[in-house]
């Protein structure tokens, strides 16, 4: 099979969708031959799980001569953020307040600039000025995450206001995010998506898709939607253009979801327990 997307953020989907929900650990077997269904080798996968350690997102474990992966604490932590976001049924409400983040980082600590600058796009902060960030949202835990992360509590200064203007808030919206950029993309999926959903409910109903196939299906499904997290800041209803694609997308996204997720899920089940199966035998012959 031809590789589709790259092996760590193929890794991330997976401890995200599945993993996590099974006790947070697999065997390195198991996630090689979970990977094969997506064109990647044994080579990529043990380096982008090995990256991904020294990243600090993943956790191993030696037992025997095996060896088992985890997410970690900050793992975890973003995994669940990631997760409400993505499978989340409402906008977010909002108090009319805006929370403001300004930081004030040193020359010689400038490599940490593009680090939280990414850090704080992906939580849904929008750029209003040089340094100074803005979200409508009460991201307060992930701002702390981030000042520890990094270590740099004596250069971030995090405000909760009102906007008294000049401008109205649309405006404001407006400066901070390209949301007809968003909305764009957002068309792209739906009209791709929305063939893919009708092709594959009449071949699911055909009995003409493998669990393994489903299994590949879904999870290339949530990797494609994961993306609008970069990009779409998950304001609330009352910031959002009246022709706002967004819902749909979601719809759409949810619907295809639940009509792949079983057949999948019980694909990952068989590849996982057989390694788990394995282990045993192999203990056995000790």
């Known amino acids: 099979m031809e590789k589709q997307f790259n092996t760590r ?8 969708d599945y993993i996590r929900h099974h006790d947070n650990v697999i065997w390195i077997g198991s996630l090689i031959r979970l990977l094969q269904e997506f064109g990647h ?6 380096a982008a799980i090995s990256r991904m350690s020294k990243q600090g997102w993943v956790q191993s474990k030696k037992i025997g001569n095996k060896s088992y992966y985890s997410l970690t604490e900050r793992g975890q932590a973003r995994m669940e953020e990631a997760s409400k976001r993505i499978y989340k049924t409402d906008h977010p409400s909002w108090d009319g ?4 983040l300004v930081y004030t980082i040193p020359e010689n ?6 680090e939280l600058r990414k850090e ?13 960030w803005i979200t409508p949202n009460p991201l307060e835990e992930q701002v702390n995450r981030l000042i520890e992360k990094y270590d740099i509590n004596e250069y971030v200064s995090y405000f909760n206001a009102s906007y008294e203007g000049m401008n109205n808030q649309s405006d404001l919206v407006q400066k901070c ?5 968003v909305n764009a ?13 009708v092709i594959d409910k009449n071949r699911i109903e055909k009995g003409e898709l493998s669990n393994g196939s489903c299994f590949v299906k879904s999870a290339l499904l949530v990797h494609q939607y994961r993306k609008f997290l970069f990009i779409d800041p998950n304001l609330p209803q009352e910031l959002l253009p009246k022709r706002w694609l967004g819902d749909s997308a979601a719809s759409l996204f949810k619907d295809y979801y ?10 990952f089940k068989e590849v996982f327990e057989m390694g788990e199966i394995n282990q045993i035998k192999e203990e056995l012959k000790k």
Not at 177 to 181: H, R, S, Y
Not at 258 to 267: C, G, H, R, S, V
């Open 9 to 16: 953020s193929m890794i991330f989907t997976l401890f995200g």
């Open 185 to 197: 993309k957002y068309q792209s999926f739906i009209q791709e998506y929305s063939q893919k959903y």
């Open 109 to 114: 600590k400038r490599h940490l600039r593009d």
């Open 177 to 181: 995010w390209n949301l007809d950029e």
């Open 97 to 100: 307040q805006w929370r403001i």
């Open 41 to 46: 080798n044994e080579q990529s996968v043990r």
């Open 258 to 267: 639940n009509m792949l997720i079983e057949p999948a899920n019980t694909f």
């Open 120 to 132: 704080l796009v992906w939580s849904g902060f929008g750029l209003l000025s040089n340094s100074c």
